[in-house]
């Protein structure tokens, strides 16, 4: 599979949760960590379909992201990702993570 090919789910601050939201057997949980910052957060990532590689929030306009990639596989039925890239936070999580990049972070929207 080619960079391009890797999948990406783009979710917006409003699909963030502070707790493992319920599926009801739609949708995949996703734990999204961000050590650098101190947080965790939970998304649902999609149902049908191969699982995110990356998971970016994009906000509103355009001009930050924070992406997290996977990191293991499934436990306990929820997806790990770790933060790996936040240019809100001026290179702070990158430098953190290892600077760790992939160029289908910033596929096109």
Do not use: F, K
Not at 12 to 18: A, F, G, K, M, S
Not at 22 to 39: E, I, K
Not at 91 to 102: E, I, M, P, Q, W
């Amino acid at each position: 599979m080619t960079e391009q090919e890797r999948p990406v789910l783009h979710v917006r601050p409003e699909d963030l949760q502070n707790t493992p939201p319920v599926t009801a057997g739609v949708g995949r949980v996703a734990q999204l960590s961000s050590a650098g910052l101190g947080s965790t957060s939970y998304v649902i990532a999609g149902g049908e379909g191969p699982v995110p590689e990356w998971i970016v929030l994009d906000y509103p306009g355009g001009h930050h992201e924070r992406a997290w990639r996977r990191v293991r596989p499934c436990t306990e039925g929820v997806l790990s990702y770790t933060l790996v890239e936040d240019d809100s936070s001026s290179g702070y999580v990158t430098a953190l993570a290892g600077g760790v990049r992939d160029p289908a972070v910033r596929s096109p929207r």
